[in-house]
Structure formats: C-alpha cells, structure tokens
C-alpha cells in the first residue's frame, strides 16, 4: 500500500497538466537542461518549458529522436530555443563528454531537470559494471549535477536568478531493500529484485537532493534542489514487465495520468515562483508531499553522497 500525506498549498491537483500549472509564467531568458528528453515526460517537460521562453537543451542517448521531438515542438512553436545534446547515463564517460562540451560551450544553466531513468530492468550491468537502474537512475544524474553544478552557481551569481535542480524520483521510493540502500550489495544479481532495486535507485534520488540541497544552503548559493513523484504515469518505463505494461496500458484511461499531467509537478518545480527558496523537498501532484522514513534520513543522505562520490571516481 502506498502511503503518503501532503498540505494542498498551490491550487494544483493530480489532474492539472504541465501547461496549465506553467500558465502566465515567462521563463524568456532562462536556460534548461532535460534529461532523457526525447520520450515521454521528457517530450512534454521540453515543450511546456519552450513554449514558456525557455531555452532548453535536450540531453538524450538517441539524438535522432531527439532532432525529431525538436521539428515537432518547432512546428507547433515556431521560436521555441532548442538544441539536441548526446548522453548516456549508463556511461560516466558519455556523462562527463556532456559536461564538458556543455561548459564549454559558454552557455549560462538555470535549470537541470533530471528526468531520465529505467525500471524494473533485469538484472544488468552498465558500461562501468555498476547495476544499470543504480547506475543511470542515481550515479549518472549525480556525477551529471556534480559536473554541471559550478556554471550553475555562475548563471546563479551573473543573472541574479535563482537556479532550480529537479530530480526525477518516485513513490516507488518507498519500495526498496529493507535497509534502503544496499551499499555493500549494489552489484549482487543473487540478491536482486527489479521492484526493490528501482526504489533504491528513486530513494537515491531524494536523498541527493535533500543533501544536495543542504550543502548548497550551507555555501550560501542561491540554487534550490528538489525531488518529485511524476504520478503513475503512462510511459514506456514497464516495457521490461509485459504483465504490468498491459494492465498498466488497460488502466491508463480509467486510473493513470496522461503525459502531460504526468509532467506537472517538475515543471511547476522548475518554474512556480510559489517554489522559490524552496529547497530539500518532495513533490507531488505539485505539492509538497511527506516522502518515507529512509528518505528523510539525513545520515543516510550523507552515507550515500560518500558513496557515489567514491563510485564516479570523483574523491
């Protein structure tokens, strides 16, 4: 059963899409990073976001695909700013190319949406031998923030402008190992369950941002970092369980989101200004929301920036 609690503060609820908690909003002059933009939440996150004056830069593993979510949203806004960036967060190598072509590229960065990630994959390796839903959800997201963080505080400093990081998590979070991260058992495919290893990968999530958020209040830098739950969304992330694709598919028009309202909550964490100085919080339905016990563990935050600063070779 999942449980959650959270105060209606906004005026949003769980049927509010993208557009309409974005409404009146000019994001002219800011820009995004997105990643995992070329399907799904992705797509709409980039539309809504260029469709309100932001200049976003579609971080994909696919940049055909990407180019082509580009001419479709070009055609329905003609002047949407966007560009088509490689990167694969299953390489820290693919990560640290992006990062550095995109810094050295002299473009500012207000907004870094990490909304890439897979689910309930079998059990599998990624290029750096690291459990891929580990590996791509977490550790790419992180090293990508990590190396991306410094022309963040930059724009932050130059444009007098809050920058805003957002990660893509889950109420699957609440679904993990019994001790939330298995920090010594990462790679054990013996013990491994495809649910529980997606919920530590979207607990990981929240806990980097929380600490993530603590460090950049303690150094004083105006940039907010922030988690959030899309809602049981209809995507393409359960093509790895067909049982739970088709009901997931069957259930959709009754029970799940649609894409666009799907993409609600990180859009209105991205750009609300009811959200800004908020900071070390979970979302949903564009609401704070009360996340697990694991989640606001703050010893257990600390335990696993340690650990993923040990895992992306960045001590």
Partial sequence: MWIFSWKRLSGFSASSTAEEVTQGIDGTGLTA???GASSGLGVETTRVLTLRGVHVIMAVRNTDAGKNVKEQILKEIPNAKIDVMEIDLNSMGSVRKFASDYNASGLPLNLLINNAGVMATPFKLSQ???ELQFATNHLGHFLLTNLLLETMKKTA???NKEGRIVNLSSEGHRFTYREGIRFDKINDESGYNSIYAYGQSKLSNILHANELARRLKEEGVEITANSVHPGATATNL??????LNVLGSTLCKFWLKNVPQGAATQCYVALHPQVKGISGEYFMDSN???ASSHAQDEELAKKLWDFSLSMTNQN
């Fill in 238 to 243: 359960l093509r790895h369980h067909s049982f």
């Fill in 33 to 35: 990073v997105v990643t």
């Fill in 157 to 159: 400093r130059e444009s």
């Fill in 288 to 290: 704070k929301a009360k």
């Fill in 128 to 130: 750096d031998n690291i």
